[in-house]
């Protein structure tokens, strides 16, 4: 357990299955977990006032395998981005023109991608 824990204590309550299942579809509308739902409710029922920070959101689902790859392939496109203007700066520092201005005409498309890729995960994820 860990040190820095704020709640000391614990109770252990057995429940059947209904119960169970209406406790936890309840927290997960609210997006808390379950254990905060209860304590929540209990402090209500005691007129006692909890602290904000004693609610804990729930946990999110491991998201799919195609969506880590798409957050990968994003990372890696804005890391070429990013060596695109390094390599554009190196090449007028050094005088290569030619390189200089391909360099330029390509930085716009990839951080196009870049952003192309963002609205696609956020579709994917449907926020």
């Not at 429940?15 to 927290?27: H, K, M, P, S, V």
């Amino acid at each position: 357990m860990s040190e820095k824990r704020k709640l000391n204590h614990s109770l252990l309550v057995r429940l059947d299955d209904d119960l169970y299942g209406r406790i936890t579809e309840q927290a997960r509308q609210q997006d808390v977990t379950a254990n905060s739902l209860v304590r929540r409710t209990m402090a209500d029922t005691l007129s006692y006032p909890l602290p904000p920070k004693q609610t804990v959101k729930a946990f999110a689902p491991p998201k799919p395998e195609y969506i880590k790859e798409l957050y990968r392939l994003r990372e890696s496109t804005a890391e070429l981005c990013g060596a695109l203007v390094q390599y554009a700066i190196k090449s007028r520092h050094e005088g290569h023109a030619m390189a200089h201005a391909e360099a330029e005409t390509l930085i716009p498309d990839v951080r196009d991608a870049v952003r192309n890729l963002d609205r696609l995960r956020k579709k994917l994820e449907g926020k």
